[in-house]
């Protein structure tokens, strides 16, 4: 595939277009140009990667925007927030994923309004969220959230305890384990970037090699895409490149 053909109803750049995209469909089409070009360098085909659209604080008329220039995968962090954009955006045929901290008293919701989510971290809340899954819809497709930078205060279950969480959310009815998710700490340099991924895809693998028929690796964000590509992520997240920079602190 040809890196200008990835991604769906893109509109082509004008030729002089200014390198620093400013409209939604320029900025979205400048982020597939980066997945296609890492998808290259790693030597695997842009459509396996997908581009979920991290929302957070920008509101319903900027999802909406980006939706017009063909984008339909948006990540939430806040349930609240996310439910009301949910409302507005009805008429839309959109596919939400929640990628937040998750409370046992926002379970419920989560499991009524998502496709998908991404940081599962304990047993209890899988649980919560496999048993309030509505059983006229499709199991809840889940990552658990995995913490490999070792930071007690960060979300994420540690990689020693990820085989035993999987075997169990594995069984859960509501719930289909998919892979796994990671926020590694920030890092400037590739080469930090990509040791931080490399641990995922190896507990990926690891899961995978016990049995799990696993295929996400929801890793990468603005900042890091291009290393996560590299390591084999297969849904990026990204918000900052999409959106702009967020003002509110989140
Ligand atoms: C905000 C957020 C993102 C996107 O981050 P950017 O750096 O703005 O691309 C991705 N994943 C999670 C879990 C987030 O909270």
Known sequence: MNAMDNGPNLPKL???????????C????????????AAADAGRDAATVRLL??????DAAEVRAMAACG??????NYL???????????????????????????????????????????LKIAERLSAQRPPDLPPLQVCIELNVSGEASKGGVA??????????????????LRGLMAIPAPATDVATQR???RQVREAYEALIARGHALDTLS???????????????TIVRIGTALFGERIKNA
């Open 219 to 233: 890793m990468g964000m603005s900042a890091d895409l291009d290393a996560a590509i590299r390591e084999g992520a």
């Open 159 to 176: 990689v020693a305890e990820l085989p035993v969480l999987a075997e169990a959310v594995s069984r859960l009815p509501g719930l289909r």
């Open 26 to 37: 320029e900025r979205l089409r400048a982020v597939h140009v980066r997945i296609a070009r």
């Open 71 to 76: 984008q339909h995968e948006f990540g939430e």
């Open 53 to 58: 659209a991290a929302s957070k604080t920008f």
């Open 80 to 122: 609240q927030e996310a439910l009301e954009k949910q409302t507005t955006l009805r008429d839309l045929q959109l596919e939400w994923h929640f990628i937040g901290p998750i409370q046992s008293n926002k379970t419920r919701a989560i499991a009524e309004h998502f496709s998908w989510v991404h940081s599962v971290d304990r």
């Open 195 to 197: 040791a931080a991924f």
């Open 14 to 24: 004008e030729s002089g277009t200014h390198p620093f995209a400013s409209t939604p």
